[in-house]
């Protein structure tokens, strides 16, 4: 396959139906019972990833990293098909982290893959709960650098996997909330790690927060 069939557009949706949890590989049904305050003895369904290194303390890493450009600071993103909601999803590079690997190393390991950049871990984020209602899968993002004036960042090639379709794109820093609204607007889903950095460059613009 070359690489310009490998766009996010070609996936097609061919059928949905319930999983039998037997069958199940990567996702784990679990049935939690707790006492509220009140006393009162509770069920919750959720679901784990059965993938995470007993070692690791994490399930994976969101990647942020900035291009700065000579126009200004970019995010980097990615359009990705995302076969639950069958929509092309606007993400945040990221990846779940391997045996023996830190978060810092699996950002490193996975911006380079997915994206072709070569970075240098910088800050990591408190660990984060993706969605604690439905499941437990917790990250932490980490902050990549990228040298744009090295030679292996010129003309980045990512590496991507037999199941992996994925464009990369950035958009300025600046104008990420009003970015992110017109690619919801042209059918793409934006990712909560996505909207949520969106939602804080809002607000400090809304609210005129001198930091
Ligand atoms: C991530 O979530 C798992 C499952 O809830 C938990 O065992 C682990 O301690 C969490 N990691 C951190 C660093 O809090």
Redesign the pocket.
């Known amino acids: 396959m070359t690489e310009s069939t490998r766009t996010a557009k070609a996936s097609k949706l061919v059928s949905r139906e319930p999983l039998d949890p037997a069958e199940a590989v990567w996702i784990r049904l679990m049935k939690t019972t707790y006492i509220d305050p009140l006393g009162v003895e509770r069920t919750w369904e959720s679901a784990?990833r059965p993938t995470?290194p007993p070692t690791s303390?994490?399930?994976g890493v969101g990647i942020v990293t900035i291009l700065n450009k000579p126009t200004g600071p970019e995010l980097l993103l990615q359009k990705q098909y995302r076969p639950a909601i069958d929509k092309i999803v606007i993400e945040v590079p990221a990846g779940l982290i391997d045996e023996g690997e830190t978060p810092e190393q699996c950002a490193v390991r996975e911006l380079k893959e997915e994206t072709g950049f070569v970075g240098t871990a910088e800050t990591t984020s408190t660990?984060m709960?993706n969605d604690p209602g439905f499941c437990?899968?917790?990250l932490t993002m980490v902050h990549v650098r990228v040298d744009m004036s090295l030679p292996e960042n010129q003309n980045p090639q990512p590496q991507l996997e037999d199941n992996e379709f994925i464009e990369c794109f950035s958009v300025p820093l600046a104008s990420l909330f009003e970015e992110t609204k017109k690619l919801e607007a042209e059918g793409y889903a934006i990712d909560a790690r996505v909207g949520t950095l969106a939602e804080g460059i809002e607000l400090v613009r809304k609210l005129g927060l001198k930091l």
């Open positions: 784990e995470r303390p994490i399930d660990v709960y437990n899968t917790n």
